[in-house]
């Protein structure tokens, strides 16, 4: 029998070749990239303050097929939203209208920046990722369209250089001013493995997952936007913060170089919402170590005070999390098979992720799900994930 991820992985890549040729016509050039999503074990928010996050690629994917075509424009399919664009080229300056084709046209608008003009293309755009729930589906879609790029013009694949783009293309042209996590794990994760990142650095160490534990991501069910202002506050609040700090400590260049200590001598001169972001990463950037260390060591128990320190965190300090998000972290930590939970990605809704012993996966699954929308009245859905390899050509 085939594994349910290839299964799924299979179905979704002959998806795409039949949608292309529904919008594109019947060609034999047509190749698939293939793009997972991804969730955060621990270390949120600590990327653009250039700490360490601890995220793995999940077998949930989009899928892009594409070809190259005649002219000096990009066209994208998106099944999830029953539409085509057409992109001229050169790209025209972003527009901010927060459409999901800024993710593909930003992309190719970075390439052409660099040096790299891409070529006419035809792009047909499917996914079983699921949209706001906070597993990168807009990275996703940016690595995708980047190693699309890249093979549609034969160029050597180069994941950092992909990821960097991909980042910078969320920047400009849909107006979210995240780090790179997002992008350099889903362009470079590798199969059965979390991927620690030093985001100064971007030097990587990959740790297994073992094999009695299973990551389930916990959608709450309730979608968010990072667009509309509540993840770009908390960032101007850490740059403000890191500014102050610096003139008790010239050396500081951001957040990750600020101690405990330091940050107590600087309180007097930081305002609460400044001193409250800055806590957190301070704290949350060596959670980030510790978690990985502990999963290469099996300590359980040190896993699990991570994850739930993470979570109240995030809650009180960063103030990222909602109602429905601390109901399903707290449902879940409270089944005797949880290791520990937490939010995952930048919060403001979206999923919960938590690490379960295999032999209670099922049972976890369904208490978890059906004392939630019992409390809530909205639909959970959970998904028991897989850690894979980062973005290919298939």
């Not at 290839?6 to 998806?15: E, G, N, P, Y």
């Not at 930003?106 to 792009?123: I, Q, W």
């Not at 790029?149 to 910078?168: G, H, K, N, V, Y």
Request: aromatic share 6%.
């Amino acid at each position: 029998m085939m594994p349910v991820d290839q299964s799924r992985r299979s179905a979704l890549v002959d998806s795409a070749h039949a949608v292309f040729r529904g919008e594109f016509g019947d060609r034999t050039d047509v190749a698939v990239a293939l793009a997972p999503g991804r969730v955060n074990l621990i270390g949120e928010h600590t990327d653009y303050n250039g700490g360490f996050v601890l995220p793995m690629a999940i077998d949930r994917y989009v899928a892009i097929a594409f070809a190259r075509s005649e002219g000096r424009r990009v066209r994208a399919h998106a099944v999830r939203f029953g539409e085509t664009d057409s992109i001229e080229l050169p790209v025209p300056k972003p527009v901010g209208a927060g459409h999901w084709s800024d993710y593909v046209a930003g992309v190719v608008a970075m390439y052409a920046r660099a040096g790299d003009p891409p070529p006419g293309l035809d792009l047909a755009i499917v996914a079983d990722l699921p949209v706001g729930a906070g597993l990168s589906s807009s990275a996703a879609v940016e690595l995708a369209t980047a190693r699309a790029l890249t093979a549609a013009t034969d160029r050597a694949w180069d994941p950092i250089e992909a990821a960097q783009r991909s980042r910078d293309a969320e920047h400009d042209f849909a107006g979210v001013p995240c780090g790179i996590m997002d992008q350099l794990v889903v362009a470079a994760a590798r199969e059965g493995t979390a991927m620690l990142v030093d985001c100064r650095t971007l030097d990587r160490r990959y740790v297994p997952i073992p094999a009695e534990l299973r990551v389930v991501v916990l959608d709450t069910g309730v979608g968010r936007s990072l667009a509309a202002g509540g993840y770009a506050d908390r960032r101007g609040a850490c740059e403000a913060a890191v500014q102050i700090l610096r003139r008790h400590d010239p050396g500081v260049v951001a957040l990750r170089d600020v101690d405990g200590a330091l940050l107590d001598r600087a309180r007097h001169d930081l305002d609460d919402e400044e001193f409250m972001r800055s806590q957190h990463v301070v704290a949350e950037s060596p959670r980030a170590v510790d978690c990985a260390r502990a999963l290469e060591t099996g300590d359980v128990e040190r896993c699990r005070r991570l994850l739930v320190d993470s979570h109240w965190s995030l809650r009180d300090l960063y103030q990222v999390s909602c109602p429905e998000l601390d109901l399903m972290v707290s449902l879940a930590c409270a089944h005797e098979g949880c290791i520990g939970a937490r939010l995952t990605g930048a919060g403001f809704g979206g999923s919960a992720v938590a690490l379960v012993r295999l032999d209670a996966v099922d049972d976890f699954v369904a208490r978890i799900g059906s004392a939630y929308d019992g409390m809530t009245g909205r639909r959970a859905a959970l998904h028991v994930c897989r850690p894979v390899d980062g973005v290919a050509i298939v």
